[in-house]
């Protein structure tokens, strides 16, 4: 039996628009995006063999660090 979506998915415009509001550091879209990808980072976070706080948090530092290290297009 499959897991239904952790999360409903956003229309691809909506996720780029919401990108570019983190790229501009608007904290408002930095909690929406992280709300976004809290399932994934959560289940992510099991398999690593460190406190699940200090896991996840790691995990969202480098997820903002990768998204304003890019390249805007």
Request: charged share 30%.
């Given at each position: 039996?499959?897991?239904?979506?952790?999360?409903?998915p956003?229309?691809?415009?909506?996720?780029?628009?919401?990108?570019?509001?983190?790229?501009?550091?608007?904290?408002?879209?930095?909690?929406?995006?992280?709300?976004?990808?809290?399932?994934?980072?959560?289940?992510?976070?099991?398999?690593i063999?460190?406190?699940?706080?200090?896991?996840?948090?790691?995990?969202?530092?480098?997820?903002?660090?990768?998204?304003?290290?890019?390249?805007?297009?």
């Open positions: 039996m499959e897991k239904e979506a952790d999360s409903a956003i229309p691809d415009r909506e996720f780029l628009n919401l990108l570019n509001e983190v790229r501009n550091k608007d904290p408002e879209a930095t909690l929406q995006l992280i709300e976004l990808y809290k399932p994934v980072i959560l289940r992510l976070s099991q398999f063999h460190l406190p699940a706080e200090d896991v996840t948090s790691e995990i969202i530092v480098e997820f903002l660090e990768l998204i304003h290290s890019e390249k805007q297009v």
